[in-house]
């Protein structure tokens, strides 16, 4: 059973930079795909991208391509998102997961686990 927490959530003025972490633990998550997807009020969860924590590349949606980065620390058990130039179209639930069987990454239906989410809300 993995178990993922994620934090580092807030607001932050449009332009601006933010760092959400995962903590991950329990399972046999080193040979897992980690996911990023997020939810706006009134629309479904969307991927944000995804990344191998034993091969470490990654995967992003169009949408953040170029200014978000997805990476793992192996040492803090922790998967991050560093999202720069924010814009008010950001404001979600940022979700973390992960899956074992993720053929498709940015397909929520394969990941096996999900944290809670944390809260980014980003102003003009």
């Known amino acids: 059973q993995v178990q993922l927490v994620e934090s580092g959530g807030g607001l932050v003025q449009a332009g601006g930079s933010l760092r959400l972490s995962c903590a991950v633990s329990?399972?046999?998550?080193?040979?897992?795909?980690m996911g990023w997807f997020r939810q706006a009020p009134g629309k479904e969860r969307e991927f944000v991208g995804a990344?191998?924590?034993?091969?470490?590349?990654?995967t992003y949606a169009d949408s953040v391509k170029d200014r978000f980065t997805i990476s793992r620390d192996g040492a803090k058990n922790a998967l991050y998102l560093h999202m720069n130039s924010l814009k008010v179209e950001d404001t979600a639930l940022y979700y973390c997961?992960?899956?074992?069987?993720?053929?498709?990454?940015?397909?929520?239906?394969?990941?096996?686990?999900w944290g809670q989410g944390t809260q980014v809300t980003v102003s003009s």
């Open positions: 329990g399972g046999s998550f080193r040979t897992y795909i």
């Open positions: 997961a992960a899956g074992s069987r993720v053929y498709y990454p940015s397909r929520e239906g394969l990941y096996d686990y």
């Open positions: 990344i191998s924590w034993s091969a470490g590349i990654p």
